[in-house]
């Protein structure tokens, strides 16, 4: 699989509505390209932050944090949470409009030995099972926030490696506000999915 080849995606093909990106995302592929190789993934897990959501970091309007929530459909913003993880999205709207896909969890494809040493672990499901776990291996931080990823660059989306597996939904994980929309989507039976296993069926 980690030879096969990836394409970079356009931003024609991102649909300009974050909950069908989200749902999109599910089985294409995150690269990060560093001075070390090559690292990528499939995205397994995301989860939808819309406008007027209370749990979205764009809730409250524009400021120099989320500025990157607000750029057009397909560029990171990447946030630092619990004093010790950062985060990444992928902007979901149109230009102004506040809006983004969280990462929460990639299958790994290449760069496998790389993303151990990031996460100083062994352990193959704990490199990137979680959006702060998936952070640290490939090194994303806010050195990449507003980072165009449809553009050629270090860090970017590609198309899909394999087909697709069925996709789940659920309400999203860790947060209190608007906990009861279900804007959680993961591939189901994909071993790298985070969070509990009744979130999983």
Not at 56 to 66: D, E, K, L, S, Y
Not at 144 to 152: E, K, S
Not at 194 to 201: D, E, N, T, V, Y
Request: with cysteine.
């Amino acid at each position: 699989m980690a030879n096969r080849k990836i394409r970079p995606l356009r931003r024609d093909e991102l649909p300009v509505n974050t909950v069908k990106l989200a749902r999109y995302l599910i089985g294409k592929t995150l690269v990060r390209d560093l001075p070390a190789g090559r690292l990528s993934g499939r995205i397994v897990e995301t989860e939808a932050y819309l406008p007027g959501d209370a749990a979205c970091h764009a809730f409250r309007g524009q400021t120099p944090r989320n500025r990157a929530l607000f750029l057009e459909h397909g560029h990171a913003y990447v946030y630092f949470i619990y004093g010790s993880s950062f985060m990444m999205n992928v902007s979901g709207e149109e230009p102004g409009v506040g809006a983004g896909v969280l990462l929460r969890a990639v299958e790994p494809i290449e760069g496998i030995e790389l993303m151990r040493r990031h996460r100083r672990t062994v352990r193959l499901l704990d490199l990137t099972r979680g959006p702060g776990r998936l952070a640290s291996a490939f090194r994303i931080d806010k050195r990449v926030d507003g980072v165009d990823l449809c553009a050629p660059g270090a860090l970017w989306l590609g198309s899909a490696v394999r087909k697709r597996g069925a996709i789940g939904e659920s309400i999203r994980i860790g947060i209190t506000r608007d906990a009861h929309l279900v804007l959680r989507f993961y591939e189901r039976g994909n071993i790298f999915v985070s969070g509990p296993k009744r979130l999983q069926i």
